[in-house]
């Protein structure tokens, strides 16, 4: 089993950028396809970004498109969704998970097996 923890949350103004961190312990997660889902009050979890294991291939949501990119860091076995020009409607809870796959990427919370605890962002007008 893997445990996932994300970091990097907090408060910014709209225009900032905050980085999030998805670390993995237990294992690696090096086969897997890791996913960014983010919820905000009220609404369903939403996909927002993915990469595939090797990070040939990654997916990007149309809403946060040309503002968030994902990456990840074999070496410290973490992935990151560096998110610019945040916007209001940004704010959500965001969390990371694995797929149990290492090439497709998936946009169905379903089509992921493991999840972190989430990292609140919060961005002001």
């Known amino acids: 089993q893997v445990q996932l923890v994300e970091s990097g949350g907090g408060l910014v103004q709209a225009g900032g950028s905050l980085r999030l961190s998805c670390a993995a312990s237990g294992r ?10 983010r919820q905000a009050p009220g ?3 939403e996909f927002v970004a993915g990469i595939n294991w ?5 997916a990007i949501a149309d809403s946060v498109k040309g ?3 994902i990456s990840r860091d074999w070496a410290k076995n973490a992935v990151y969704l560096q998110m610019n020009s945040l916007k209001p409607e940004d704010t959500a809870v965001y969390y990371c998970a ?3 796959h ?3 990427i998936g946009i169905r919370e379903g089509e992921y097996e493991y999840w ?3 990292t609140q962002v919060t961005v002001s007008s």
Do not use: D, L, V
Not at 28 to 37: E, V
Not at 54 to 58: A, I, Q, R, V, Y
């Open 28 to 37: 690696t997660f090096s086969g897997n396809t890791i996913g960014w889902f």
């Open 98 to 100: 694995t797929a149990p």
């Open 102 to 104: 290492p090439w497709s």
């Open 54 to 58: 090797s990070g040939s291939n990654t």
């Open 67 to 69: 503002r968030f990119t």
């Open 43 to 45: 609404k369903e979890r």
């Open 116 to 118: 972190g605890q989430g």
